[in-house]
């Protein structure tokens, strides 16, 4: 199964920009790919997904690189409430793995005042 | 408002029971997940199902059991064959390519 890696952690400043990189180097041709985020005690929610193309959405951007081997979630301007655990998941879509969902360990966000 | 409800939000039990852990949802989803959270770890998948009377093993269903006779529960039955589990608990449910729809967790203290 394709995985992602992300870094354990990161630091951004209120009302700044933030950018949460994604590598997922074994990346197949179907495979989706997803972003959740969990706040302390609360179960993930859905932030964005794509496969091919840049996306955009109310909460987040979603920028894929050419070669679909990496990822940046952006937020364009951090909140205090966006401090959570970033989690960046692929879905493959034409076999049955696709239905696992396997989170990894995802990236923390802090947001300073 | 539709949603997944667990219940109960903290749960303590002795070494050596049984406990169910409740997951109920009126989303009308056919998929249910029951993932397995340690403290400062990602999400481990212990079981899934994709329809009625169906389910399959994640990466750790060992001394997990579920069951799946309706379309809106899916409960999760952590047996005294497990051997760690202390964890926070959490259900999740899809329809169709959505994505995951979460309930707000149950933690679990086995002493």
């Known amino acids: 199964d394709a995985k992602t890696t992300q870094p354990n952690s990161m630091e951004s400043n209120e009302e700044e920009p933030v950018h949460l990189p994604c590598n997922h180097s074994t990346i197949s041709g179907t495979d989706y790919i997803h972003w959740y985020r969990q706040l302390p005690s609360q179960g993930p929610e859905y932030v964005i997904h794509g496969l091919t193309s840049n996306v955009n959405n109310r909460m987040a951007s979603l920028a894929i690189a050419e070669d679909r081997k990496s990822s940046t979630l952006i937020l364009h301007r951090a909140t205090l409430r966006d401090a959570a655990v970033y989690y960046c998941?692929?879905?493959?879509?034409?076999?049955?793995?696709?239905?696992?969902?396997?989170f990894g360990g995802g990236t923390r966000l802090m947001v300073k005042p | 408002d539709g949603g997944i409800t667990q219940s109960p939000k903290y749960l303590f039990r002795k070494e050596g029971q049984n406990v169910t852990l409740s997951c109920e949802q009126n989303?009308?989803?056919?998929?249910m997940y029951w993932y397995r959270q340690d403290p400062g770890q990602g999400l481990r998948l212990i079981y899934y199902?994709?329809?009625?009377?169906?389910?399959q093993k994640g990466d750790i269903a060992e001394g997990y059991s579920v069951s799946r006779e309706k379309k809106e529960s899916f409960p999760l039955t952590v047996t005294s064959a497990q051997k760690n589990p202390t964890a926070f608990y959490l259900c999740?449910?899809?329809?169709?390519?959505?994505?995951?729809?979460f309930g707000n967790g149950t933690r679990l203290t086995v002493t």
């Open positions: 199902s994709q329809i009625v009377n169906d389910f």
């Open positions: 989303l009308n989803h056919d998929a």
């Open positions: 998941i692929l879905r493959a879509v034409l076999n049955n793995a696709g239905n696992m969902l396997t």
């Open positions: 999740a449910s899809r329809t169709g390519e959505g994505p995951l729809h």
